[in-house]
């Protein structure tokens, strides 16, 4: 981890306990308070990726109402977060309420250190995955391209020219290597163009016969073969605009 990202901000108003944490956590970039404004401000200003969180905060230190306001207030603002929390010896109650709140896990106390730190290595790692993922979406979120992530060169200059083609009337030749993305550029194109709010129609001609190709772009009239009971659309009438 780098320094940016293995900021760990602490909420613990036992300052015995953020001492112990101190003295334990000396790897992660270490932030401490003890009160909910002071743990939102931090939350504003450092943005860390993890956050320890006793439910037993002034006003009422032995309660867990204050604790859960804290929850909830900064998930408001930093969502991704990934809260985990600590709870009374035996207090399953209230750490099942803290996760269906969005907390991330919870720990119990007294505190065993060796566990809590393998929960926050998980932690930062999950962080560390969603992250990458939002980059990923929000890299490609203009590209209107559904199904198409890249960040190949050749894939986005593809993207690119779809981008300009598309609200044109020019009839397009889309070639390649099977498995190559064909289809999904193909529906780019539709999506972006004017008539995106008509039918795209793929057809797979090469599992078509050929005695049946005309039927099925064209379609048929009752009794035109035999087994022709009704009268059929083709696919160029499913497509029609």
Same mark, same amino acid.
Request: proline share 5%.
């Given at each position: 981890?780098? /320094?940016?990202?293995?900021?760990?901000?602490? #909420?613990?108003?036992? /300052?015995?306990?953020?001492?112990?944490?101190?003295?334990?956590?000396?790897? &992660?970039?270490?932030?401490?308070?003890?009160?909910?404004?002071?743990? +939102?401000? %931090?939350?504003? =200003?450092?943005?860390? $990726?993890?956050? %320890?969180?006793?439910? !037993? +905060?002034?006003?009422?230190?032995? !309660?867990?109402?204050?604790?859960?306001?804290? +929850?909830?207030?900064?998930?408001?603002?930093? $969502?991704?977060?990934?809260?985990? #929390?600590?709870?009374?010896?035996?207090?399953?109650?209230?750490?099942?309420?803290?996760?269906?709140?969005?907390?991330?896990?919870?720990?119990? /106390? $007294?505190?065993?250190?060796?566990?809590?730190?393998? #929960?926050?290595?998980?932690? &930062? *790692?999950?962080?560390?995955?969603?992250?990458?993922?939002?980059?990923? %979406?929000?890299?490609?979120?203009?590209?209107?391209?559904? !199904?198409?992530?890249?960040?190949? =060169?050749? @894939?986005?200059?593809?993207?690119? %020219?779809?981008? *300009?083609?598309?609200?044109?009337?020019?009839?397009?030749?889309?070639?390649?290597?099977?498995?190559?993305?064909?289809?999904?550029?193909?529906?780019?194109?539709?999506?972006?163009?004017?008539?995106?709010?008509? $039918?795209?129609?793929? @057809?797979?001609?090469?599992?078509?016969?050929?005695?049946?190709?005309?039927?099925? +772009?064209? !379609? &048929?009239?009752?009794?035109?073969?035999?087994?022709?009971?009704?009268?059929?659309?083709? =696919?160029?009438? &499913?497509?029609?605009?």
């Amino acid at each position: 981890m780098n /320094k940016l990202s293995n900021k760990l901000l602490i #909420v613990e108003d036992d /300052k015995e306990l953020q001492r112990q944490y101190r003295w334990s956590f000396d790897n &992660y970039d270490l932030i401490t308070t003890d009160n909910r404004k002071s743990a +939102l401000d %931090l939350v504003r =200003k450092s943005k860390p $990726p993890v956050i %320890l969180l006793d439910l !037993g +905060l002034p006003p009422e230190p032995d !309660g867990v109402q204050e604790g859960l306001d804290t +929850l909830s207030d900064i998930l408001s603002i930093a $969502p991704q977060t990934k809260i985990i #929390v600590a709870t009374g010896n035996g207090d399953r109650e209230n750490a099942v309420r803290a996760v269906s709140l969005g907390a991330y896990d919870f720990y119990q /106390k $007294p505190v065993d250190l060796d566990t809590l730190n393998i #929960v926050l290595q998980r932690a &930062y *790692k999950m962080y560390s995955l969603e992250e990458q993922n939002r980059m990923l %979406l929000e890299r490609h979120k203009d590209a209107s391209f559904e !199904g198409i992530i890249s960040s190949n =060169k050749s @894939i986005l200059s593809i993207c690119r %020219l779809i981008e *300009k083609l598309a609200p044109t009337d020019t009839t397009t030749l889309l070639y390649g290597e099977s498995g190559t993305g064909k289809e999904l550029f193909a529906r780019a194109i539709h999506s972006l163009s004017q008539r995106s709010e008509q $039918p795209f129609v793929a @057809i797979n001609c090469a599992a078509i016969p050929d005695n049946l190709l005309e039927s099925e +772009l064209f !379609g &048929y009239e009752k009794g035109a073969f035999t087994g022709a009971s009704k009268q059929t659309p083709g =696919k160029i009438e &499913y497509a029609n605009n």
